[in-house]
C-alpha cells in the first residue's frame, strides 16, 4: 500500500511507476538503434549511434544466424524391431508372451501379452485371433472350423471325451449313432 509520497513502505518493492517513466527512448543515455532494440550506457550519454536496417550495424554485415541442419532420424531396421521387443519380454520377468502385428482383409491389428501361465497365453492369442477372422461368428465356433480344417490332428486327453459321454444321458448301452445324435445338434459339442 503506498503512503501520499513515493517513498518504498514495509511490503512495498518500491515507488511505482507511470506509463512516462517506463519510456526509455527519451532518456540520453539511450539510444535506439532499431525497432524496439535499444543501446543502454551505465554512465556516459549517448551521442549518435547509426541505425541498424537490414541486419548491418556500423557499416559491418550482421553475422548470419548459425542453422544446423536438422538431424536425420534413425533408419529403424526390422531387426532393431526384433531386439527392441527380446529386451522387452526378457525384462518383463514373465515366462510367457507374444507380441503380434497381423492383417485381416487389410485392416492391421496388434496384440501384446506376457504372463507366467501358458494356457492364459495361449488362450488370450487364440481367442484375439478368432476374434479378427470373423465379428459375426462365435469364437468357439471359429476355433472349432480352424481347428477341424488345419492340417494339424489334434490330439484330445481322453478326459475330455470322457468329459463328453458324461454331459449327455447316455449309457455304455447305447450306440454310437445314439452319441452322434445326442451331440449333433446345430450348435455342436464342447470338450
Not at 549518435?48 to 531396421?77: K, N, Y
Not at 471325451?161 to 445324435?181: G, H, M, Q, W, Y
Amino acid at each position: 500500500m503506498a503512503t501520499g509520497d513515493d517513498e518504498p513502505t514495509e511490503g512495498d518493492d518500491g515507488p511505482i511507476l507511470s506509463p512516462d517513466e517506463l519510456d526509455i527512448s527519451q532518456d540520453e543515455h539511450v539510444a535506439e538503434i532499431d525497432d524496439g532494440r535499444y543501446v543502454v550506457s551505465p554512465s556516459d550519454p549517448i551521442d549518435d549511434v547509426p541505425a541498424v536496417s537490414d541486419g548491418a550495424s556500423s557499416g559491418e554485415p550482421a553475422p548470419e544466424p548459425a542453422t544446423e541442419p536438422a538431424p536425420e532420424p534413425p533408419e529403424l531396421t526390422e531387426a532393431d524391431v526384433h531386439e527392441f521387443l527380446a529386451t522387452r519380454f526378457s525384462d518383463s520377468g514373465s515366462r510367457y508372451g507374444f507380441d503380434i502385428t497381423a492383417t485381416f482383409d487389410g485392416s492391421i491389428q496388434q496384440r501384446q501379452m506376457v504372463s507366467n501361465d501358458v494356457v492364459t497365453i495361449f488362450e488370450s492369442l487364440v481367442l484375439w485371433y478368432a476374434q479378427q477372422i470373423d465379428g459375426k461368428t462365435p469364437v468357439e465356433e471359429v476355433l472349432g472350423i480352424l481347428l477341424m480344417e488345419a492340417n494339424v490332428p489334434v490330439r484330445y486327453p481322453p478326459a475330455s471325451l470322457r468329459r463328453l459321454l458324461e454331459s449327455t444321458e447316455l449309457s455304455p448301452e447305447d450306440s454310437i449313432a445314439d452319441l452322434i445324435a445326442a451331440v449333433g445338434d446345430e450348435d455342436g459339442f464342447r470338450l
